[in-house]
């Protein structure tokens, strides 16, 4: 049973700084892309970063630059390392991986004051 499991969201003024983790069961990790998606009410849900089995790595242009995704084999553990947080990266952030079908983490809620 694949499972992730998302933590470190919460509520940081602009300019702040945060890093959302995944700890993902049931895959072999070192094997798997994984990738953070972002939503806000009413919108669809969007790529923020993506990293390889190998760790290359993709963002959006909108975080590009401030964004950082990582991963740790040996923890099975993705990392976003958000820097420089504005208020419209205010969203509900998901963890991500596809193993013969897609996978979604619960979700974890960051909100960026102004």
């Known amino acids: 049973q694949v499972q992730l499991v998302e933590s470190g969201g919460g509520l940081v003024q602009a300019g702040g700084s945060l890093r959302l983790s995944c700890v993902a069961s049931g895959i072999i990790f070192s094997d798997n892309g994984m990738a953070w998606y972002r939503q806000t009410p009413g919108k669809q849900r969007e790529l923020v970063a993506r990293?390889?089995?190998?760790?290359?790595?993709n963002y959006a242009d909108s975080v590009k630059g401030r964004f950082t995704i990582s991963r740790d084999n040996a923890k099975n553990t993705v990392y976003l390392q958000m820097n420089s947080l504005k208020p419209e990266d205010t969203a509900v952030y998901y963890c991500f991986t596809y193993y013969w079908r897609d996978y979604w983490g619960q979700g974890t809620q960051v909100t960026v004051s102004s």
């Open positions: 990293i390889t089995s190998g760790s290359n790595t």
